[in-house]
């Protein structure tokens, strides 16, 4: 997929109940979770009652093997977290992205705390003005902030860890998967009452270690077992007994949707299913729902890497031949720098190389995850037609996006979606496709293997999971067609949130 969509966080957290080191397993944890977040990361552990931290910007596989060894001493202690990061919340000049990056800290009163956490705060005008009463010159770095004082007030009042997060989670609107750690040591982890982001708790095979990962594959790459995905609105802690598991507050799951066909990767799971059997069978349904077209196709290729284990669905239920004929430059990775909003565009021609002697004088679906902004794929059928080929079909396997995401991914607004202002066959004129077949709704709920109703599926029909995100949505919708100009993330405008 080209069109740089992100997400906000992948978290990391674990502990070494025989009190040895855990960074190491937090290093490969994030590691194996930096397509989760590309433009910082961050260490913290624990020891005798110190937090020991470094974030950083920049990928965890740039990271130097001597920095590494350097910072096993200087990240001591038997429980810690991690975070990588790429904000779609805040200021994004160097020094404010250093400033939120996480895991974050807190301090009051005697008590302390830090979390790393993935998600996205919808309440967040309201929560710096509570903040503010309490800690006065409160400094915003990242939604991660507003949790982690939040927490820290409720304890402040006399509540106990477990009274505190069910507080936050009154409190608090929005995805918020978190993992931490207390100033006594207690590790702990909690899901906002939706369960909108990922995370997941599993052992090591002696049961020495115990770890939270936003997805499967952070346990894999440190060899441990995957005990369960932390409920929505449950509360888990580790101790010699292993996890304790209690559900603090109650509403209807909503795990997002994107997920499945974009962000996660394809050898995570999710539910006990693997992500590459859930986009094989968009693919697979792609091909049921549009016979026409996969009858007037000689060939299926894919925007490398999201789109080819659907690619590989439409091959086995269609019979066309899969050629692999999108290759990435390997070396072209996203980085954050070259990713603000001015550069966006003349990055998008430099990630994917085509064979022009596979597409020349064919018919082709192209297979992607989705159409955002539509300026990616646009290039990329540019790109198609002057290497020869015939016809070029597009085979999108999430459905349309027709609104903003309001819980972690970086599509904040109306103007910025083409599936907001226009359907399939004028995306198709605008983009130059000969046509786009988008996922249905229905077939995209059934492939995940969810109900609908425990699903997220904000951005593709407006209905929201939580409250404020829906008034906000139709009013942010309401002056969109009266052609207000966005400019971000309108409910951090004081104006508008008042108004919902
Ligand atoms: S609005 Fe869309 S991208 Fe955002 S959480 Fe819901 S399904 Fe996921």
Known sequence: MGEHLKIACGVFGAINLKKQSVFPYIYWGLRAQNHRGHQSHGFLTFLNGEFYIHRSLDLVPKIRASAIHEWFGRLPGHVGIGNVRYTTSGKTDEKSLIEGTQPVTASKSGLKLAISFNGNVVNTVQLKKEISEDFPGFSYGSDADLICHKLLINLTKGKNLEEAVKTCMEEIEGAFSVTGITKDGRFFAFKDPYGIRPLCAGHSADKDIYAFSSETVGLDINGFYRDFEVEPGEFVTVSENGFSRVKLAKDRKAFCAFEFAYFARPDSFFDDKHVYEIREEFGRNLVRENPEVVKDADMVISMPETGDDAAFGVHEES??????????????????????????????????????????????????????????????????????????????????????????????????????????????????????????????????????????????????????????????????????????????????????
């Not at 297979?367 to 016809?391: F, N, P, Q, Y």
Request: net charge positive; charged share 30%; proline share 3%.
């Open 319 to 500: 019979g066309l031949r899969w050629e692999r004929a999108t290759r990435r430059h390997r070396y072209v990775t996203e980085r954050a720098f070259i990713l603000l909003e001015r550069e966006r565009y003349a990055t998008i021609d430099k990630k994917i190389n085509i064979l022009a002697s596979k597409v020349k004088g064919k018919k082709v679906i192209v297979v992607d995850d989705s159409i955002v902004r539509g300026d990616t794929t646009r290039v990329t059928i540019e790109k198609l037609r002057r290497m020869g080929a015939k016809k070029v079909y597009m085979f999108v396997t999430f459905p349309r996006i027709i609104g903003p995401c309001f819980y972690g991914i970086d599509m904040a607004t109306y103007g910025q979606l083409i599936g907001a202002k226009h359907a399939p066959d004028e995306i198709a004129k605008i983009i130059g496709a000969d046509a786009v077949c988008y996922q249905s709704i229905d077939g995209l709920v059934r492939a995940t293997g969810f109900r609908k109703d425990e699903l997220c599926l904000g951005c593709i029909t407006g209905e929201y999971p939580t409250p404020l995100a829906q008034r906000i949505a139709d009013e942010m919708r309401k002056r969109f067609l009266e052609g207000y100009e966005e400019t971000g993330r309108l409910y951090e405008i004081s104006e508008i949130f008042d108004k919902c």
